[in-house]
């Protein structure tokens, strides 16, 4: 090949390089005191944290490590903001146990979007510019008559993003189908409001559910209906996908936020979908495990979604 027939080629190999999507983690690792999880992702190399304004900075026994923003004095919102500025990306996990925002109880309701709100506010003022919300408080048969209603509380909520400078994303799980987590996306309608996909949320939608038996789980077919579920629902959604979570899935009980170790999650096929949508998220990993294992899970799922980008 001459050196002017390589020049040619050199414009056309940058175009095709694929995006490398920023790797980072989640704080919510049992047995970790708040800071403590937030030096460890650090000293990992991990340019994005997810932190959780829920729960409590000290280790407490079956409990992520978090906080709440209304009850941390001057210092310690100083002390948060100084631990996170090696980060590129802040990101928040929106609290979600017990808290029903769509509940007919006023008082019950009431609790439930103050929490939430008190939260997005002390997200805002960390520098997120991201917090995943769970889109829950109703049940299957509920949702067709209340489907406005909470439509307008997503709304509310993405303006209030809005005003703080954030983006606001659902995350896969809730309707129990494809359909209509794609249709609650699209008719929010609101600019600041997106999607964080799962990579283990996709277990109980409808159309997977149809399609694989439980005991066809483990199996290449059963494997392969899944991925194709989370790149369905990546696929109708496209620009409005602006988050992913990811970890592995235990092949034989489809249990999520594994180490990288199985296998399950096809990366190859979700990058390229990623690479063909212009994506331009992070990828935050969601791992569970005992806290003497998360170090080296932590690594090891991080030089594998590093290695498998290049």
């Known amino acids: 090949m001459t050196r002017r027939n390589l020049l040619a080629l050199l414009p056309s190999a940058a175009v095709a390089a694929p995006a490398r999507h920023p790797v980072g983690a989640n704080t919510a690792i049992t047995g970790y005191e708040l800071f403590e999880s937030i030096e460890l992702l650090g000293s990992l190399g991990m340019t994005c944290i997810e932190i959780h304004p829920m729960g409590r ?7 992520y490590p978090g906080f709440q923003w209304d009850t941390l004095d001057a210092s310690a919102r100083r002390r948060l903001k100084q631990s996170l500025r090696s980060f590129r990306h802040i990101t928040t996990h929106l609290p979600y146990t ?13 609790h439930a979007i103050k929490t939430i709100e008190t939260a997005m506010q002390g997200s805002a003022e960390l520098g997120a510019k991201l917090a995943v919300l769970h889109p829950l408080g109703l049940t299957d048969q509920q949702l067709p008559t209340r489907w406005d209603e909470f439509l307008d509380r997503f709304r509310i909520w993405a303006a209030m993003a809005k005003k703080n400078g954030m983006r606001l994303t659902l995350e896969t799980m809730f309707p129990r189908s494809v ?18 996909i799962d990579v283990g949320h996709q277990s109980r939608y409808a159309e997977l ?25 990546a696929e109708r959604l496209g620009n409005k996908v602006w988050h992913y979570h990811v970890h592995d899935i235990d092949p034989g009980t489809w249990v999520e936020h594994k180490p990288l170790i199985h296998g399950f999650v096809d990366y190859e096929r979700l990058f390229a979908m990623m690479r063909r949508q212009n994506y331009r998220g992070v990828l935050l990993l969601e791992i569970g495990g005992p806290a003497d294992s998360m170090p080296g899970h932590l690594r090891e799922a991080k030089d594998k979604l590093d290695s498998w980008q290049r």
Not at 57 to 63: F, M, S
Not at 100 to 110: L, T, V
Not at 179 to 196: A, K, S, W, Y
């Open 98 to 110: 017990g808290l029903n925002y769509m509940s007919a109880d006023p008082a019950e309701r009431g």
């Open 209 to 233: 559910v149809a399609r694989v038996k439980p005991e066809d789980r483990a199996t290449p077919e059963g494997i392969r209906a899944y991925n194709d579920t989370t790149l369905d629902i």
């Open 179 to 196: 359909r209509d987590f794609v249709r609650l996306i699209r008719e929010v309608d609101h600019p600041n409001l997106g999607c964080t």
């Open 57 to 63: 900075p000290e280790p407490t026994p079956g409990k």
